[in-house]
């Protein structure tokens, strides 16, 4: 099976190198095209570099790793050269099924990975049009699970899908900066010791739930003693966070509708 990328930015990059450092496609076999093709220079040895036209015309999987805005120009370039039964794979969640099919009637599937996928612990978003058939759900599943676990959701869930995993560690990343950002303010503990001490805590806590199957509630009742000095903490979260939350929230999702109006 062969496997092409159009688009080597931050996902296109992360999956072709994934795709090799996991035996998942070998180089005879991988494919990249990207605008700015010299980008590729360093992929030559894991890849075929060759035009969009082209990788169409051989993979079986045709990925598009481009920014929302892009990808009308790359299924114009390849419309007349996807080879016949190939899966075009969208790495965009806002962009609909409908919209592609107006310029590129195929099989097509849209995938969401996540960052982490960069130590092989994404949960990659999947989900697919009427074309795409159970044969091609299980080789995509298979290519994808080299990057992590692999979610399949309805269309209509992909764009909430997405901020829960993509958008996620953006939003984990940029709450607990500010948090860190605060403690500075009260201690002399180093800065790069106090991003540390609550990074593994963060992970940890993870951790923790899920290998003990312990409810966000469980966690808060374990260390928040009622009257102690983690409950004046926990209160402070419930009563001022949730508006900021929702905020959040209604303008991602706004942001997603009006991406995806303008492809
Ligand atoms: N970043 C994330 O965490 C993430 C997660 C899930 C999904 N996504 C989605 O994945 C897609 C790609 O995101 P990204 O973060 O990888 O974007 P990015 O870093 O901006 O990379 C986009 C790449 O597409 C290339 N490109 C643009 N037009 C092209 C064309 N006509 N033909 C070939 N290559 C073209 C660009 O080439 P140049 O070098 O010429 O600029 C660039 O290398 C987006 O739709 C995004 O929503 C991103």
């Not at 001022?240 to 959040?248: I, K, S």
Request: glycine share 6%.
């Amino acid at each position: 099976m062969k496997v092409g990328i159009i688009g080597y930015g931050s996902m296109g990059k992360m999956l072709l190198w994934k795709f090799s450092e996991k035996g998942s496609v070998i180089s005879e076999d991988l494919y990249a095209f990207n605008r700015t093709i010299e980008k590729l220079d360093e992929a030559g040895q894991i890849a075929q570099i060759v035009s969009a036209k082209e990788l169409a015309s051989v993979c079986d999987i045709v990925f598009v790793c481009v920014r929302p805005a892009d990808i009308k120009t790359v299924l114009e370039d390849i419309k007349d050269s996807l080879k016949e039964g190939a899966l075009l794979v969208s790495l965009n969640g806002s962009v609909s099924f409908e919209s592609i099919r107006a310029t590129l009637d195929c099989k097509t599937a849209k995938v969401i990975p996540s960052l982490t996928a960069e130590i092989g612990r994404s949960q990659t978003l999947v989900c697919y049009n009427d074309k795409v058939t159970d044969a091609d759900k299980s080789a995509l599943k298979e290519l994808l699970t080299s990057i992590g676990d692999v979610i399949e959701l309805p269309e209509n869930e992909m764009g909430m899908g997405s901020e829960l995993v993509s958008c996620m560690p953006g939003f984990i990343a940029s709450i607990f900066d500010v948090i860190c950002n605060s403690a500075k303010k009260h201690t002399r503990i180093p800065d790069d010791q106090i991003v540390r001490m609550v990074l593994q805590t963060m992970s940890a806590t993870g951790d923790l739930m899920l290998q003990k199957d312990m409810t966000f509630e469980d966690v808060v009742t374990r260390v928040a003693t009622p009257g102690g000095i983690t409950e004046e903490g926990t209160k402070v979260v419930y009563s001022d966070f949730p508006e900021t939350a929702d905020l959040l929230f209604e303008k991602t999702l706004e942001k997603r509708r009006k991406t995806a109006s303008k492809t």
